[in-house]
């Protein structure tokens, strides 16, 4: 079994380079988080840094901890389901071929954790080539001592299973659906992108999820103002990481809707552009018809947009709202530097997952702008299909991602209207075109160049290369 699951594995190893994209960055970006704390704490111990330092590179660790795991469950568990769902056409070949259910789910499962194993340790000498330019580049914007980066094996190791537990678990569940498909349906699905109905116990897990995130958001309200009176001096400090928490959490709970609200926003707006052009309601039919690859290929731009104005907005909240006050204080920590030491990891998690589920969903994609140019559209509108896609995948997530940035954007209004006696919410519009226009150009890229081949190719050659995948 082993062999026949390592054998299709080669031969589906573009399926499987995506999802490797999202394993390798989610564990180096964790062993980093975990090399800035321990290096932290042994600098501090060794008197290299005093308390401050100590609790700064400290604080840094954890926080990125704690938003890498959070972006890491939403963008891994898309990735792990979207790899699977990619391979109906191989289940389908399987169960022909008289495999059975249970061995078609341990095949699937020695896939995914052969390759989130391999993005262990990928993962791991990545973060250990980058570990000590990480902490110079820190300790030089924050002013510090210069800090050996240490290595806890023990720690990794954890962060390692836990990455791998993680896929495993994710591709167990998804194999196991995918394997109790009939034949037939499954190849079907492969082919025409057929969406299965989720059952009740799917849809009340969604609603748990959501409330457990939205929860822990709104707690967050009541909790700063009951905890403010005995924070003293920490309160600004405590406040700014409570709305950088957010961020994560927001977009946590909103993951458990995409699959129902998705397809009515992006159907709204994309509804609404007096567009006359075939190639862009081709591409919206295609990408509204498909929504759980749409919602896969939304939630990491999602998170990368969600990060980074989530962020600048609680900035610029912050800076607004003592400009109003008439306070001239100086802050530290506002650095370019500064801003990615703490969401830079997260960001990098989820920019590799939406590389990776776009390149990973290539030879569908292909076969789909095959079938068009044998229904008669032109090369031209072949190209401009994944691009309008691009565009739509783009702005969709834009718009939940300001929903992201805004939570947290209120958090930090709200609480700075408890410590000081006005505040100012503060959104920057600009920055969020340059972050989606971004996002927008690596989207793209992601989609247009791996189907450029496949558009000089015969559409019959190109739709059997999705079959046989």
Known sequence: MIRLSLADLRESWLAWLGVSLAFVVTNAALALAIVVETSGHAAGTAGILDTDGTALLGSYGVVNLLLCALVGLAVVGASTSLVVSSRRGAV???LLAGTTPGQVTRVLTVQVAAIATAGAVAGDLVAGAAAQPVLDAISRDRQLAHVPAVFAPAWLLVGNLACILLCALGGLRQARAASRIPPVEALR????GVERREGPVRAGLRIARFVVGAGAVAAMFPGFRAMAPHLKEDAVGNLIQMAMLAIPLTGFALTALLPWIVGPVTRAWTGALPIRSASWHLARHTVTAKSDRLVRS???VMFSVGLVFGMMSAGDTFVATLAAMH???ELEGTSAMSLLAIIGLALSIAVAGAVGNLVMMSRQRSAELALDGVVGATPRQQLLIPVFEALIVTLTATILGVAMAGASAALIAYGLGILLPQSTLSMPWGL??????SCFVVVLLATVVPVLRS?????????ARLVAA
């Open 92 to 94: 389908a070949r399987l």
């Open 189 to 192: 699905e492969s082919t025409g």
């Open 298 to 300: 939304i939630i990491p």
């Open 327 to 329: 306070k001239n204080i």
């Open 432 to 437: 969020l075109g340059w972050v989606a226009g």
């Open 455 to 463: 558009l000089r190719e015969p559409a019959p050659k190109v739709i």
